[in-house]
C-alpha cells in the first residue's frame, strides 16, 4: 500500500514548523504501542511492534487515500510495552505496567504540548490492552482533546470475523497461527525457525467469535508456562491469509481513523 503522492504520513520526517502547522490545523497523530517479548520458539521478539506500526502507516495511507482532505501523522511506535509475563522466556524487555502507563501518558502529553487534539493510541501488545485504555481516559479528563485508544484486531473484529478468521484460529493469540501468518505476510525476507505445531483437540469446543478482552479477566500463574510460551496452532499460519488478514484489518483501522479525524474537539 502506497502513501498518497506528496503526502508524508511519518511524524519524524516532519520539521518542528510542519507538525505545528498541522496540530493548529486539527490532525489526527496516531501512535502505535508494541512490545518486545518472546513470541515462541519460532517466531522474532519485534512481532508486536512491528504489527502495530505496519498496521498504523497503512491504515493512516488508506484513510487519505478515500478522504485526501483529512491530516494524518503516525508517530514513531514505542516498541516496549508491559510484558512481564514473558519474562522468564527470555527475549523480552519489560516495563513495569505503572512506568509504562506513565510512559504513555507522558507521549500523549507531550503530544498535546505540541499542539495536537486529535489523538488513536494504536495498541499492538494484549498485555498494553488495559493501560492503553487508562491513558486515552485520562488524557482526555485533563486535556481538551479527543483520544481514542485500541488494539488493532479489536478495531478490525468485526471484519475479520465477516472474513472467517476466526474459523482458522483464535486472534490474535500469542505466536499462535495469526501471529505466525502476519509475520510471514508482512517480514516474508526473515527465516522463521522450525514452526511448531499444536494440533485442535478433537474434543475442542468449536471457535469462540467473542472478543480477547470479555466481561471478566482470568488470571493464572502458569498460563504462559504451561503452553510453552504461545497459543493455538502455528502452523496454519500461511502468509496467504495473513496477508488477507492483514487487508482486512487496515480497511478497519483506517475508516476508525477517518472518524477521529472527523470528530469535533471540545472547548479549549
Not at 34 to 63: C, K, M, N, Y
Not at 99 to 104: G, K
Request: aromatic share 8%; hydrophobic share 45%; proline share 9%.
Amino acid at each position: 500500500m502506497s502513501v498518497p503522492a506528496g503526502r508524508r504520513l511519518r511524524l519524524d520526517e516532519h520539521n518542528r514548523s510542519e507538525l505545528r502547522a498541522m496540530a493548529d490545523g486539527g490532525a489526527l497523530v496516531v501512535v502505535p504501542l508494541g512490545s518486545t517479548e518472546q513470541h515462541g520458539p519460532h517466531l522474532p521478539v519485534g512481532t508486536d511492534f512491528w504489527h502495530a506500526e505496519i498496521v498504523a502507516r497503512h491504515a493512516a495511507a488508506a484513510a487519505i487515500d478515500v478522504a485526501p482532505d483529512l491530516s494524518i501523522v503516525v508517530a514513531p511506535t514505542l516498541p516496549f510495552g508491559s510484558a512481564e509475563m514473558h519474562l522468564p522466556f527470555g527475549g523480552t524487555i519489560s516495563l513495569p505496567a505503572d512506568l509504562y502507563l506513565r510512559v504513555v501518558m507522558a507521549v500523549g502529553e507531550s503530544l498535546v504540548t505540541a499542539g495536537f487534539r486529535r489523538l488513536y493510541l494504536l495498541n499492538g501488545h494484549g498485555g498494553n490492552h488495559e493501560l492503553v485504555t487508562v491513558a486515552a481516559r485520562d488524557l482526555a479528563q485533563r486535556n481538551p482533546i479527543v483520544c481514542v485508544a485500541g488494539s488493532w484486531w479489536n478495531v478490525a473484529f468485526d471484519a475479520l470475523v465477516a472474513d472467517g478468521a476466526h474459523a482458522v484460529a483464535p486472534f490474535p493469540g500469542h505466536a499462535g497461527a495469526f501471529e505466525t501468518a502476519f509475520v510471514r505476510a508482512a517480514r516474508p525476507e526473515l527465516p522463521l525457525d522450525e514452526v511448531p505445531v499444536r494440533p485442535i483437540p478433537p474434543d475442542a469446543a468449536p471457535p469462540d467469535e467473542r472478543r480477547l478482552y470479555d466481561l471478566e479477566r482470568i488470571a493464572r500463574h502458569d498460563f504462559w508456562s504451561a503452553m510453552d510460551g504461545y497459543t493455538d496452532d502455528p502452523s496454519l499460519g500461511t502468509a496467504e491469509w495473513g496477508a488477507r488478514s492483514l487487508d482486512v484489518s487496515v480497511e478497519a483501522v483506517a475508516r476508525r481513523f477517518e472518524a477521529t479525524a472527523r470528530m469535533e474537539l471540545p472547548p479549549g
